[in-house]
């Protein structure tokens, strides 16, 4: 997305942030108080989370959230983050880092849901794309080579965490900064701008099939890439009537991962498809490559994960260590899986 759209956008949701019902305007809650459990009439809450809207629609469920859930086309760090800052939106669906950068950037916010992949390691989000001419066949061959990296986004800190399985620093590799949107990293590679990218979803396949007749490839960094999280500004969960929907929407959130899992051809046809552009068999291919969700009721091994990155991060970065578990809204930990055990029965 463009800065300029990115900002009209932000203008169009603030004022529908700024449009506070009365339940809107209640005293504070305390972030450690129980959880409000009935949504008000009259709340709402901005959700960037265009993969799930389109989930609750193709399921059925679209009518539950919609009494209190303002959807917005947003998705990603820098995105959600400026929005964020934005006061425009209350719910963002990001990878693992951005909660962190945002932290380091003053923002105050919390993890309330998280999800991983079964199988992780066998079902990666990103391969490192290696450009038509360029020798990388394990990871001790990126001594020397020009890699893509972006910045408080997940491939900046997966290029980090694949530099320090190889035994490699910064300073053995050439770092170059570049965003990791659309088609940005591929375009690098074939134009020979980095010899290293971290690609993923379908990217890895357009790749491979346009550019694999002249030499370009993919190989596997066997480190686990699969974190995807919700996380919110505090200010919204201080306001009881936004905390209760946040937590309403976390439930509904579960349950749509779990119909994406069961009910794949019709994932297929109605997001990759008719809401993405993608072929069928693109879909198909994302479908088999992702594997199935895990959603986790305990989110300890999570965070003991996030504080390796954390503090790989924070060396590498120059950032101060935080605790990831302060990332964490534990208020939060069992609410999706508990949702989809109730959808089941």
């Not at 119909?259 to 879909?283: C, F, R, T």
Request: with cysteine.
């Amino acid at each position: 997305m463009s800065k300029k759209r990115l900002y009209a956008v932000l203008a169009l949701l603030t004022l529908v942030a700024g449009c506070s019902t009365k339940a809107d305007a209640k005293a504070d809650l305390s972030l450690d108080a129980a959880l409000p459990t009935t949504v008000p009439d009259g709340t709402k809450i901005v959700v960037g989370d265009p993969a799930t809207e389109v989930a609750l629609k193709l399921s059925g469920q679209y009518g539950k959230v919609s009494k209190y859930v303002q959807f917005a086309n947003l998705s990603g760090g820098p995105q959600t983050t400026e929005a964020f800052r934005a006061h425009a939106l209350d719910l963002g669906s990001v990878a693992e880092i951005p909660p962190i950068h945002a932290t380091w950037t003053g923002l105050h916010v919390k993890i309330v849901a998280s999800k991983f992949r079964q199988d992780p390691l066998n079902h990666p989000i990103y391969e490192l794309g290696i450009a038509p001419g360029v020798s990388v066949k394990t990871l001790a061959d990126l001594r020397g080579k020009k890699i893509a990296f972006s910045p408080g986004q997940a491939q900046g800190a997966l290029v980090l965490k694949v530099l320090k399985k190889a035994g490699l620093t910064k300073d053995d590799v050439k770092l170059i900064e570049l965003p990791s949107t659309g088609d940005v990293y591929s375009n690098a590679l074939a134009g020979k701008q980095v010899d290293v990218a971290p690609i993923g979803g379908v990217q890895i396949k357009r790749y491979l099939t346009k550019y694999g007749k002249d030499g370009g490839s993919t190989i596997e960094h066997g480190i686990r890439d699969d974190a995807g999280h919700l996380y919110v500004p505090t200010e919204s969960l201080e306001n009881p009537a936004k905390a209760a929907a946040i937590r309403a929407y976390v439930a509904a959130w579960g349950v749509a991962q779990d119909w994406i899992d069961k009910h794949p051809k019709e994932w297929i046809a109605g997001y990759y498809v008719k809401d993405q552009g993608l072929s069928p068999a693109d879909g198909e291919w994302l479908v088999q490559n992702a594997g199935h969700a895990d959603i986790p009721a305990d989110w300890s091994d999570a965070i003991q994960r996030q504080q390796e990155t954390i503090e790989l991060l924070a060396k590498e970065t120059k950032n101060p260590v935080i605790q990831a578990k302060d990332l964490y809204d534990l208020r939060f930990q069992t609410v999706a899986a508990d949702a989809i055990k109730g959808a089941a029965k």
